[in-house]
């Protein structure tokens, strides 16, 4: 595991890396390129939506770093299992479904025409 987390924290200093990949080497995850290369937006979405969820008060560097692991792995397979498409992270996504939502005229609204 990472020291050098000791001075700052290692939540703070995952915010301070420049890639994706740096985080997953910080956090000491293996991964796939191909996947990071297509869903690597989702990816770090979905993780920083993990961590926002994640009540750090009272736990210790080594507490901390061993969680953010856990839900950088989590990110990953969410988009190892699914499409950035079909787990609809960004607000663009979800936009759209919801245009497709109000154009969809189920049939049993739709009334014959009376001559």
């Known amino acids: 595991?990472?020291?050098?987390?000791?001075?700052?924290?290692?939540?703070?200093?995952?915010?301070?890396l420049s890639s994706a990949?740096?985080?997953f080497t910080y956090l000491l995850l293996p991964y796939e390129q191909e996947i990071v290369n297509v869903s690597r937006l989702h990816i770090m979405k979905r993780f920083g939506t993990y961590l926002?969820?994640?009540?750090?008060?009272?736990?210790?560097?080594?507490?901390?770093?061993?969680?953010a692991r856990a839900l950088l792995a989590k990110a990953y397979s969410d988009f190892i299992e699914s499409t950035p498409l079909k787990e609809k992270v960004f607000k663009v996504f979800k936009d759209e479904e919801a245009k497709l939502k109000a154009k969809f005229v189920g049939i049993d609204s739709l009334k014959l025409a009376v001559e």
């Open 52 to 67: 926002r969820d994640l009540d750090a008060a009272g736990k210790d560097n080594d507490a901390l770093f061993l969680e």
């Open 21 to 23: 990949e740096d985080i």
């Open 1 to 16: 595991m990472p020291k050098d987390f000791e001075e700052n924290g290692v939540l703070d200093h995952i915010g301070k």
